[in-house]
């Protein structure tokens, strides 16, 4: 029998990102991945400090794979091309992986968010949305558009929150691509003044 490989954090940030996947982020747990890879709890803390802190490392793997997926999709792309870019990839992220998806949106101390990806996914979902022109405050406004219309969209549709439509009606990868065109338009109109509403 070939020797067990020796734990590791990244080897735990590993295995916890598949049990995510298997049984959904919120069971990923000390003892739950103890069990996984065969060993007692006690040796998992020689590389980990807690449940909070394996959350964050699923987390931390679950954001650098989805930017990496993000960044893969939009090379050569831009316009509504970049756009649907970084949807698709969170929308097709969140398909094959639901408990790293879960684990994406996993809320981390600040700390642990500027050391992870996170910050190069978002720079990447800015850099899409400045080639529309846009520039602060604008830009985090489409930035958090972008992020809670792809999120909210996801979520729905893996929950089966579109399996009750009507035969008649556009089956769900109409209304993404509607979507995207929505978005589209919407950033390319000229925004708003802001200030009081008269």
Excluded: C, I, K, N
């Excluded at 069971?27 to 103890?34: C, E, I, M, R």
């Amino acid at each position: 029998m070939a020797p067990r490989a020796p734990l590791t954090a990244a080897r735990l940030a590993r295995a916890g990102a598949e049990l995510a996947d298997e049984v959904g982020f919120d069971a990923v747990t000390p003892a739950a991945l103890a069990r996984r890879v065969g060993v007692r709890p006690p040796s998992l803390y020689a590389h980990v400090r807690d449940a909070d802190d394996l959350r964050a490392r699923v987390a931390g793997l679950a954001l650098a794979e989805l930017a990496d997926a993000v960044a893969e999709r939009l090379a050569g792309v831009s316009g509504r091309d970049a756009l649907a870019a970084v949807a698709d990839a969170h929308r097709d992220y969140a398909r094959a992986h639901p408990g790293r998806w879960q684990a994406t949106r996993h809320r981390v101390d600040h700390a642990t968010a500027l050391a992870g990806a996170g910050p190069r996914l978002a720079g990447l979902m800015r850099a899409v949305l400045r080639g529309y022109g846009l520039a602060e405050p604008d830009t985090t406004h489409a930035v958090r558009l972008l992020g809670a219309t792809v999120a909210g969209f996801v979520d729905l549709e893996a929950a089966g929150g579109f399996a009750h439509s009507g035969p008649d009606l556009p089956d769900a990868d109409a209304s993404w691509t509607w979507t995207l065109d929505a978005l589209h338009g919407a950033l390319t109109r000229p925004l708003p003044e802001t200030g009081d509403t008269p």
